[in-house]
């Protein structure tokens, strides 16, 4: 399945600056794989020493929040838009 990734613009030195990428993977796990095929040393960035989602990274396709749907099992249909977003903390 293809997919469109939008990527944060923290991790674009990864990507080229590109604001978004293609990528193919029947869930988000080989999403981010064919990512990290072709942007080596995003994986890192999104994935932690376990292989799970960094607690500070937040996922969606489409408009579903890949922690409530399956993490990494969650199916990427054809055509779905992925967007990764980092966490920002802050405050007064």
Known sequence: MSVNVRIPTILRTYTGGQAEVP???ATLGDVIASLEKNHPGIAA???D???QLRR???VYV???DVRFEGGLATVT???AGVSIIP???GGC
Do not use: K, S, T
Request: charged share 30%.
């Open 23 to 25: 990528a193919e993977g």
């Open 56 to 58: 500070f990274v937040n």
């Open 87 to 89: 966490a920002v903390a």
């Open 77 to 79: 249909p054809d055509g």
């Open 45 to 47: 960035r999104v994935l």
């Open 49 to 51: 020493d376990q292989g």
């Open 62 to 64: 489409n408009d579903d």
